[in-house]
């Protein structure tokens, strides 16, 4: 016979960082009218990471979730809107390409758009694939304006994500779930207890000798990673050999440039460059591979590489790209940085936290924690991990940035074989491959392998019902609804300051 659950009666957050307050808003609010207790312990002595301010477009299905908006939370944040990521010098010095948060074209016949495209440009008569998304348009010319409801079709259409300042969105969240409940400690966390009849956490122990009991742990402690690494000791998968980027240093600076809605990633001698525009300073940090080139040189190339007086000093960051190999083990979840942590090239890590979030909800446990739904979410995060993994590595390995030992060696390198699989339908026939649980879809591959110059052997030859002319046509036809649709877009800036100021 069926028994009630044993419903979960108290929940600890460890850390208060944007994992921890994120965590915090969501359960608080999911868990209403639930006779459970939350309660966050962060220690104001250790700092957060201090970076992490661009997101990708399902970030607003979080504001949604807690009951907020997109706009309200620019206003709380000194945000502003992001339509994709710039990558610059990337393909090799002087090359720009665009990945925008939309679609292109109109597919037809059942072929997708690209393999038109893809005719057009093979008969020397093509056009830039950018000239078919709306959201690439209007990054173009720093526009926006909210997407139309009901648009006429996908070229009227596109998706947004926000930037904001780290520390000032989980000092919003901290507002709203305390708000709905969630108790907030102050204290050192300096151990924990375990239950030894089931290897689970029991309590955590704190350096003022207060203990907090729970049933369920989310570990939001950052890199330290005191209650999945340090108490279960789930070891840490490392992925460095795929990703060798290793450090950061980030520093913020005054605006110069325009308020650009989007992110730019700029290409370096040993790494890449950030540059994410906010209402009050520009953030910037130069991600880098420390066998390639010293902590000074890097805080040098940052220094000339920033649009405007500095900010702050430099914030040295250094990480080991990977994952652990759980994020569930025992009655813990981890999330953010305590769960592992792919460098920020499109920004995942704010929405890994924000699924991780979404999948507990999903496979929400009772105070027994059947080992089954721990190990399906496992190997959902795996998944997950691997395929932005994949696609992050797709950036570097297309490179054509001969003649310089960091980019040498990331074309060279061994891919992954989910990665090779996708690689060589691309290059067979245009072809894409999508997995289950990928954060990123055929558009975005299409505009990573267009954009680092990666063409197919040939287009589909279904494309071929249509000759070039009849395509000509419907591609004038499709660049016009693109511009019709553009024209009722503002400038960027005028948005934010009508909408989004303090
Ligand atoms: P942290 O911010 O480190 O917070 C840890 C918390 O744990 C703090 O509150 C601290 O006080 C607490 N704590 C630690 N030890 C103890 C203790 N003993 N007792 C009590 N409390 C304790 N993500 C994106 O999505 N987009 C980006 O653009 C992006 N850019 C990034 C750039 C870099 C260089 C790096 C390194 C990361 C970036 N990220 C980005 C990732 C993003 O910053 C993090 O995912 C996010 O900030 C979550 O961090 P966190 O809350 O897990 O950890």
Not at 35 to 55: D, K, N
Not at 243 to 270: E, G, H, I, K, Q
Not at 343 to 361: C, D, K, N, V, Y
Not at 471 to 486: C, I, P, S, T
Request: glycine share 8%; charged share 20%; hydrophobic share 45%.
């Amino acid at each position: 016979m069926m028994a009630a659950p044993d419903p979960i009666r108290s929940i600890v957050i460890a850390g208060g960082g944007t994992a921890g307050w994120m965590a915090a808003a969501a359960l608080a609010r999911r868990l209403e009218r639930h006779a459970v207790t939350i309660i966050l312990v962060e220690s104001s002595e250790i700092r957060t990471i201090g970076v992490g301010e661009a997101t990708v477009p399902g970030i607003r299905d979080y504001f949604r979730d807690i009951g907020t908006t997109g706009t309200e939370v620019m206003k709380a944040t000194n945000g502003t809107v992001k339509l994709g990521i710039e990558f610059a010098d990337w393909r090799q010095q002087g090359h720009r390409f665009f990945h925008p948060f939309g679609l292109y074209g109109s597919p037809s016949r059942g072929v997708q758009f690209h393999h038109y495209w893809l005719k057009l440009q093979a008969a020397g008569r093509g056009t830039p694939l950018a000239d078919y998304c709306l959201a690439s348009a209007l990054a173009a010319d720093n526009l926006f304006m909210p997407p139309p409801e009901a648009p006429q079709n996908d070229l009227g259409t596109f998706d947004w994500a926000v930037h904001f300042e780290a520390a000032a969105f989980a000092t919003f969240l901290a507002g709203r779930a305390q708000a709905d409940g969630v108790r907030h400690v102050d204290a050192r966390i300096a151990g924990t207890e375990m239950d030894s009849a089931t290897g689970h956490i029991a309590a955590i122990l704190l350096n003022d000798g207060g203990r907090i009991e729970g049933d369920l742990f989310i570990d939001c402690t950052g890199f330290r990673a005191l209650l999945i690494g340090q108490a279960l000791a789930v070891p840490y998968i490392d992925w460095s050999d795929l990703l060798p980027c290793d450090r950061a240093v980030a520093m913020p600076c005054t605006r110069a440039d325009p308020l650009t809605p989007y992110t730019r990633s700029t290409a370096r001698a040993a790494g890449w460059q950030w540059r994410i525009p906010l209402q009050s300073r520009v953030g910037n940090g130069y991600v880098y591979s420390s066998r390639h080139i010293s902590d000074d040189e890097a805080v040098a190339t940052l220094r000339a590489g920033i649009e405007g007086e500095a900010l702050a000093d430099p914030n040295l960051i250094r990480f080991t790209t990977g994952k652990r190999a759980q994020v569930w083990a025992g009655n813990c979840i981890a999330l953010g940085l305590a769960a592992g942590f792919l460098e920020p090239l499109e920004s995942t890590s704010i929405t890994l936290i924000q699924t991780g979030i979404e999948r507990l909800l999903d496979f929400w446990p009772d105070r027994n924690v059947d080992p089954a739904l721990r190990t399906e979410y496992n190997r959902i995060a795996d998944d997950e991990y691997q395929r932005i993994r994949d696609f992050l590595i797709l950036h570097y390995w297309g490179n054509q940035r001969h003649g310089e030992p960091f980019w040498d060696a990331m074309r060279a390198q061994a891919l992954p074989h989910d990665l090779q699989r996708k690689i060589d339908l691309w290059q067979s026939r245009g072809r894409f491959v999508r997995y289950l649980w990928e954060s990123f879809g055929d558009p975005s591959w299409l505009s990573l392998y267009v954009g680092l110059g990666l063409t197919p052997r040939h287009y589909d030859p279904l494309a071929d019902f249509f000759t070039e002319a009849d395509l000509e046509g419907a591609f004038a036809k499709m660049r016009d609804a693109v511009a019709r649709a553009k024209a009722l877009a503002i400038p960027h800036e005028r948005f934010i300051a009508e909408h989004c100021r303090n």
